[in-house]
């Protein structure tokens, strides 16, 4: 009996006694040991936020552009005589004011727009909706968004319209009456050069101004045949690929005597420099006009 109870205070001395002292753990081991869970906590936000491939492969397109450069430029040292002289023969046809330089930089610039024809553009392939609802949900729970607030239940009050939500219709432009009579256009009909017409009436800052400003105006797109004829007769530079307009010189002339233009400082009407046109070139305008004046009807 004695042996037992001796052995029962043992075994409760034991398990409820002082356990033996152990060296206590410092509390800045314990910030150490989550310091890196935190750091990888910063670096799957990060991973989230720049995983686009597109800026991967702008970053890498950046760093490489330099060397690309070089390399374009010593590929067009290869042809730079040949242009050259092709330059060189386009201002001895044309005249002195042919600038060769700015031709052959043109002339390459539009090598390297065809050039993008090497590179056709892919679709792009979706992420799976499996990958993007969880790439979502990693955004969320690093950034989390405040809950919204439920509307009160009640009447909601009528409120105006406002300009995003009201789809505006442009008006259409208006081809009809005299000025727009394909019959108009004869052998003594005149004409001059958009860009022309376009500094003539003061918007020459603008380029382009007087096609959105006069939007009823007829202009023909003239054509390769149309532009050699142009450059021939010194009319028009040779502007290669560049779009070239024709306005009927009558209608700038009704522009330059209306009220916006006619007490304008801005306006030189000696810029124009008017021409006439074969007949071949003419019945094309004409084509041109009704096709226009017809297409305005219908829409």
């Given at each position: 009996?004695?042996?037992?109870?001796?052995?029962?205070?043992?075994?409760?001395?034991?398990?409820?006694?002082?356990?033996?002292?152990?060296?206590?753990?410092?509390?800045?081991?314990?910030?150490?040991?989550?310091?890196?869970?935190?750091?990888?906590?910063?670096?799957?936000?990060?991973?989230?936020?720049?995983?686009?491939?597109?800026?991967?492969?702008?970053?890498?397109?950046?760093?490489?552009?330099?060397?690309?450069?070089?390399?374009?430029?010593?590929?067009?040292?290869?042809?730079?005589?040949?242009?050259?002289?092709?330059?060189?023969?386009?201002?001895?046809?044309?005249?002195?004011?042919?600038?060769?330089?700015?031709?052959?930089?043109?002339?390459?610039?539009?090598?390297?727009?065809?050039?993008?024809?090497?590179?056709?553009?892919?679709?792009?392939?979706?992420?799976?909706?499996?990958?993007?609802?969880?790439?979502?949900?990693?955004?969320?729970?690093?950034?989390?968004?405040?809950?919204?607030?439920?509307?009160?239940?009640?009447?909601?009050?009528?409120?105006?319209?406002?300009?995003?939500?009201?789809?505006?219709?442009?008006?259409?432009?208006?081809?009809?009456?005299?000025?727009?009579?394909?019959?108009?256009?004869?052998?003594?009909?005149?004409?001059?050069?958009?860009?022309?017409?376009?500094?003539a009436l003061g918007m020459g800052g603008t380029r382009g101004r007087i096609?959105?400003?006069?939007?009823?105006?007829?202009?023909?797109?003239?054509?390769?045949?149309?532009?050699?004829?142009?450059?021939?007769?010194?009319?028009?530079?040779?502007?290669?690929?560049?779009?070239?307009?024709?306005?009927?010189?009558?209608?700038?002339?009704?522009?330059?005597?209306?009220?916006?233009?006619?007490?304008?400082?801005?306006?030189?009407?000696?810029?124009?420099?008017?021409?006439?046109?074969?007949?071949?070139?003419?019945?094309?305008?004409?084509?041109?006009?009704?096709?226009?004046?017809?297409?305005?009807?219908?829409?």
């Amino acid at each position: 009996m004695g042996a037992q109870r001796a052995d029962g205070a043992r075994d409760w001395n034991q398990q409820d006694g002082p356990e033996p002292e152990q060296n206590p753990t410092p509390p800045w081991n314990l910030m150490i040991k989550h310091r890196p869970i935190q750091k990888r906590g910063r670096r799957s936000h990060l991973s989230v936020s720049y995983t686009d491939p597109q800026i991967s492969m702008e970053l890498l397109r950046a760093v490489l552009q330099p060397s690309l450069n070089q390399e374009i430029l010593q590929v067009f040292s290869k042809y730079h005589q040949l242009l050259n002289k092709a330059a060189e023969n386009v201002k001895e046809n044309i005249g002195d004011e042919v600038q060769t330089d700015q031709l052959i930089s043109e002339t390459c610039r539009n090598a390297l727009e065809h050039a993008k024809l090497l590179f056709p553009e892919t679709e792009v392939k979706r992420p799976p909706p499996e990958l993007k609802r969880h790439r979502d949900d990693e955004s969320h729970r690093a950034s989390p968004v405040p809950k919204k607030r439920k509307p009160r239940a009640g009447p909601v009050p009528d409120r105006p319209l406002s300009f995003s939500q009201v789809k505006v219709k442009a008006e259409p432009v208006k081809r009809e009456g005299p000025k727009w009579d394909p019959n108009r256009l004869n052998d003594n009909s005149t004409f001059v050069l958009g860009s022309r017409a376009n500094k003539a009436l003061g918007m020459g800052g603008t380029r382009g101004r007087i096609y959105i400003k006069h939007s009823d105006l007829f202009k023909y797109a003239a054509d390769a045949k149309d532009k050699q004829w142009l450059a021939e007769r010194h009319h028009m530079r040779a502007t290669g690929g560049k779009m070239a307009y024709l306005l009927i010189e009558q209608d700038i002339q009704d522009l330059a005597q209306s009220d916006e233009y006619k007490e304008c400082p801005d306006v030189h009407m000696e810029e124009m420099k008017p021409f006439s046109v074969p007949v071949w070139m003419v019945e094309k305008m004409q084509r041109a006009m009704e096709a226009q004046r017809d297409a305005a009807a219908d829409a």
